[in-house]
């Protein structure tokens, strides 16, 4: 059986075809792993990025994809839908700000009252991802929003119960504890409804608070087994006569 001969034009031409077949593979093959190699935090930097510039309803799959400059594709591989990318970065952000208290704890020299101070300084202190104050009150504003209607989101948080295991510890008096933790969330609050305190007053306000963490100025320190000594032997009814 007689071989038949390919031309050089025809052998030319098939090795063309193998070479643009293969250049064209490592090409899909890389951007494949350029795909899975999207980071949580790239995507969900772009989803805060949508949420402060369209707010919440702007938040879609293909809006992130684009701010991300990544195809539609490289966000499914790790989100299936807006809910789920949602729950995420609505857990991410709390656990940022976690560990925001955890990172100036550590610098916090004094023990007494050391996790209620650091979140009030952690309460004003930008993500990393975010620019600002202003962008971070709207981001803040739209998620609030988010978990108000849909409170499963926080879930996924594991800060809750070592939390308020951390601040149970901490030396002072829950109830002063959780009156100080309100009073900074209300004052949020108001900003995120645009009835913001002057920013004097408001700084005065802060400044009292933190004060307030600390033993020599602070009503909210429990006391001492030898102040409680002292309390029971001190007349509980000034006012009556002995």
Not at 211 to 239: C, D, F, W
Request: proline share 5%; glycine share 4%.
């Amino acid at each position: 059986m007689k071989r038949k001969k390919i031309s050089k034009g025809k052998f030319l031409t098939v090795r063309t075809v193998l070479i643009l077949i293969l250049t064209d593979w490592t090409v899909i093959n890389k951007s494949m792993s350029r795909t899975i190699q999207y980071t949580r935090e790239e995507i969900l930097t772009a989803a805060m990025q949508v949420i402060i510039q369209s707010g919440l309803a702007g938040l879609t799959l293909d809006a992130v994809a684009k701010e991300a400059k990544i195809s539609k594709g490289g966000v499914l591989y790790r989100y299936k839908s807006k809910d789920e990318l949602l729950s995420d970065l609505v857990t991410y952000t709390v656990d940022s700000f976690f560990s925001k208290i955890n990172s100036l704890a550590a610098e916090d020299p004094e023990p007494v009252g050391r996790w209620v101070r650091c979140f009030l300084k952690a309460s004003d202190s930008p993500l990393p991802s975010v620019r600002g104050q202003s962008e971070l009150d709207r981001l803040f504003s739209a998620l609030f929003a988010s978990i108000a209607a849909n409170p499963h989101l926080l879930q996924h948080s594991k800060w809750g119960q070592e939390w308020e295991q951390k601040i149970a510890a901490d030396g002072i008096d829950p109830v002063e504890h959780h009156i100080t933790i309100l009073a900074r969330d209300g004052l949020c609050f108001r900003k995120m409804m645009g009835m913001s305190l002057p920013e004097v007053l408001q700084s005065q306000i802060l400044k009292r608070l933190e004060e307030r963490t600390y033993p020599a100025k602070s009503p909210m320190v429990r006391p001492t087994k030898k102040v409680k000594k002292i309390q029971k032997k001190a007349p509980h009814n000034l006012g009556k006569k002995r």
